[in-house]
């Protein structure tokens, strides 16, 4: 059993995950979306797109777990399973940008055996309360790791 951050006792084996292929009919791009979802309560879905940005890599990103389900074991578990993803396409390296106001999920990266190779200023559109859309802007870390 693992405790989690709310205090409630969880087994080890705490989640699975599953693939679902998506082609992007404008961009001819085969995404797959990789949804782990917990088998314990509250439910919740982690996504993420594996695309290929830079010749030779897989780019990870929209990566996340809900607060309650952090620190047991569901990232590592969504980050791998993006990384066989990616083995099978033939692709040889992994990327990611974790913005860098983030050091917990840097320090995951880190552990799983990413290495910051730049930086970048990265911005998204998000939705506020009232419905109306924003732009975020923040400085991300690139990260990288050979797959081969």
Not at 81 to 103: D, F, K, M, W
Not at 110 to 131: I, K, N
Request: overall charge positive; some cysteine; aromatic content about 4%.
């Amino acid at each position: 059993m693992v405790k989690s951050p709310t205090g409630r006792q969880i087994p080890n084996r705490t989640a699975e995950a599953s693939v679902r292929p998506r082609v992007r009919p404008a961009s001819n791009i085969t995404t797959d979306i990789i949804t782990v979802r917990p088998r314990v309560r509250p439910a919740s879905n982690i996504t993420t797109d594996i695309i290929t940005v830079r010749p030779g890599a897989g780019t990870l990103w929209q990566l996340g777990v809900h607060p309650a389900l952090q620190s047991c074991g569901i990232g590592t578990l969504l980050v791998r399973s993006a990384e066989q993803r990616i083995s099978a396409r033939g692709l040889a390296l992994a990327e990611l940008g974790v913005e860098e106001s983030n050091p917990r999920a840097r320090a995951l990266y880190e552990r799983l055996g990413y290495r910051a190779f730049g930086s970048e200023l990265e911005s998204w559109d998000v939705e506020a309360e009232d419905g109306s859309l924003r732009r975020y802007e923040t400085l991300c870390t690139l990260m990288r790791k050979d797959l081969a």
